[in-house]
């Protein structure tokens, strides 16, 4: 409402009126003062300034001089709307990646222990592979260029005598060759006699029996497309004698080793050797066990598949290929190796394209040039 005032043409009815509203300060709202005054607060000002009007100039002065500095401070600060952490302002953003840190305490959490574990990884610029870029392509490159490498295309250099031809030409009779088992010697009184040979280039294949025919059934399921043409090889019977030591026993039935390779060196303590060839039961009665599942040292392959058990070979089941890969775990040598057992005199066992390699080799040996 405005102020009313009298003035010369005021009638003095309405002098009175305005006079009558006149009010006694007494009659002031106390509490609306006390309200005002608490919002205002008191005259206890900090600054120079002793009213409220010179102490808010004065701030304002001293925000003016101080404008550049808070400028300054709050870029190096940065955007609290750019913070990656959960926290939403700088001293709980510092307090959690703080937390983080001291959790990692089984990693390098110091430019120390940084550069030792970059110093055991090596340096990348050190690789030898053509792609340099980082380490994951490098292993990369590498396994790209061993998936090409598989057993057919490995040179693998066969120690068998003669390559497992089981024949030796001697040079006074070279028409004449003589047996040469290589790693096969006689043991238990068994004998080792030449059984079929395969002559290269004959239109039977020479002294043809139904042990090469079968042989060479085998061969070519295998791989071998080659039937009338290939080195020249023997297939040699073990006949088995009725010695009895280092007998084993399976499903209750007692088997003895029929040969020894008499103790020759193999290899290095803690490397592998492998023994393959072919193996013919030709007793009709007895089975003949491949491999001694209590010498944890050798592992056996049937047709390619490792058996848990020694393996028992019946006369029915034919030709089988044999891979028998040996651990020389505390010597240089392992006398009964490869390990074939039968259960006595009597029992002719049938060996062909024996192959012996170092290290763990998967290739079967087909007897081809």
Do not use: C
């Amino acid at each position: 409402m405005p102020i009313q005032t009298v003035t010369n043409d005021t009638k003095f009815t309405t002098w009175k009126d305005i006079t009558n509203n006149i009010k006694d300060l007494s009659e002031l709202n106390q509490t609306n003062i006390v309200n005002t005054d608490t919002i205002i607060g008191n005259t206890s000002l900090s600054t120079s300034a002793t009213t409220l009007t010179t102490a808010i100039n004065e701030l304002y002065a001293d925000i003016n001089i101080n404008s550049g500095n808070i400028t300054t401070t709050n870029t190096n600060l940065g955007s609290l709307g750019s913070l990656s952490t959960p926290a939403i302002d700088f001293v709980t953003a510092i307090n959690y990646n703080d937390n983080r840190i001291g959790d990692l305490t089984s990693l390098p959490d110091n430019p120390v222990n940084v550069a030792l574990e970059l110093a055991k990884i090596g340096q990348i610029t050190n690789l030898t592979t053509i792609d340099k870029s980082d380490t994951v392509s490098a292993i990369n490159e590498l396994q790209s260029s061993l998936s090409v490498l598989t057993p057919s295309n490995l040179n693998h250099n066969n120690l068998e005598v003669n390559h497992g031809r089981f024949m030796v030409e001697t040079i006074l009779s070279p028409a004449s060759p003589t047996l040469d088992t290589g790693i096969f010697n006689t043991f238990n009184s068994s004998t080792i006699i030449a059984d079929d040979k395969f002559i290269d280039d004959n239109p039977t294949n020479g002294t043809v029996g139904t042990n090469m025919t079968t042989l060479l059934s085998k061969l070519s399921t295998n791989g071998r497309t080659q039937t009338a043409f290939g080195y020249e090889f023997y297939i040699i019977k073990l006949q088995s004698g009725g010695g009895t030591s280092n007998q084993i026993t399976v499903n209750a039935t007692n088997y003895y080793p029929q040969s020894v390779n008499n103790n020759i060196y193999l290899g290095k303590i803690g490397h592998k050797v492998t023994w393959q060839g072919y193996i013919k039961n030709d007793d009709v009665v007895n089975n003949v066990i491949i491999g001694d599942i209590t010498n944890t040292n050798i592992k056996t392959y049937i047709d390619n598949v490792l058996q848990v058990a020694s393996y028992e070979l019946s006369n029915a089941t034919g030709w089988v290929h044999v891979r028998q890969i040996l651990t020389l775990a505390d010597k240089e040598y392992e006398n009964i190796f490869p390990s074939i057992y039968s259960v006595g005199a009597g029992t002719d066992i049938l060996i062909s394209l024996s192959a012996l390699f170092e290290g763990d080799v998967n290739i079967e040996h087909l007897g081809l040039l």
